[in-house]
């Protein structure tokens, strides 16, 4: 038994005692076990009808039963299977499919039932990746599509299958809540699933700060190293809130302090990057000379922040980059102005380190013979403080600071309140 369709994806079929064969313009294609004879091949839409003797089966009056069975080709299943005494022919017409059986010529009507029952039929069944092939082929409207998926993860979770459904809920999202997902893998013994399911949020750029949170306290639960560093530093193409990122690293502890401060850097997170550096790992020289790379405007405002940290471990190193700061040396990038910050709002840094804040103050009145009056203020104070309170002298160094004070006093360039 021969059949030909060319509107059909096998243009050839044959049928054959011991199973039904399929060719295309280029080779043999798949083929059915079905034994038996056939006696018809009919296409039906995308169904192939399909009428073998069936030599199991014998009427009452000892006539020959033939099986007749609808094959959906492109999803790949038994769509209507049933005997038929001695068929005669098989017809189609009128959006219906007609069966000619038995002596008496008997007309038999089927209908193809609609997507909505088939698929119904196949949830009953459980039959979930037959009824997503269907529903795609069928054009189904996406809403419908992720209900099915929701229901084939529900399904797959209720077996304990949870690798399996959390593939499913991936296919859901943008449509269905996260919250609903979520939930479920809650429990630290499912955690790697809940990993799964919030890389794909943040993937496809729907993640809120909360999931970014919780992504990241999952990595550091399952002590995964790797993905932290692959989520953070590899670039997939991972959406996440910066800020959120980088205060879980930091609340994680000094394993994920290098995570906190590749992101603070990065992302130019200035003030988190010197938090975490002053405050939890405390490098100031790595912190000096990151301030040292910045714009005038971060610089400047850096160092007020954290002057007092960086003079009490770093004065020299400190104080030199502040007269840079103070004098228009500061010139970072080939476009950046030429700006000068105001020495006095430099003071209070120097509570602890007295001799620091003098040498300070004397290059600014040298280089910037214009500085305030505060500057001048301070600096007379400090010669005559240290004139006062301390006994232990270098020879000489006495006589030479009163002689500065004198200086400082009788220039005419000097601002005094």
Known sequence: CVLSDESADCQFVMGRSEAVHFYDVEDKGPCFGLEGGKS????????LVIVYLDTRQRAPSGKTVHQLTVYDIRNKYVAYSAPFPDVQAVLSEWGALYVVSGQDRKLFRLEEKSVNNKLEILFKKNQYEMAISLARNQRYDKDGLVDIFRQYGDHLYAKGDHDGAIKQYVKTIKSLEPSYVIRRFLDAQRIHNLTTYLEALHEQSLATTDHTTLLLNCYTKLKNVDKMEGFIKSGKGFSFDVETAIKVCRQAGEQYYDYALFLAEKNQQHDWYMRIEIEDVGNYERALNYIARLEFTEA??????YGKAL?????????????????????????????KAKPEEFVHIYVQQKSQLLEFLEHMVKAEPDSSSLVYNTLLEL????EKTEKLEVAGERERRAERALELLKSPNVRFN
């Open 40 to 47: 018809v091949l009919h296409w039906f839409k995308s169904f």
């Open 300 to 305: 400047e405002n850096n160092l007020k922040k």
């Open 383 to 386: 010669y005559l403080h240290r």
């Open 311 to 339: 003079v009490n471990e770093l004065p020299v190193a400190t104080t030199n980059l502040l007269k840079q700061l103070c004098t228009g040396a500061w010139k970072r990038f080939p476009t950046e102005r030429v700006l």
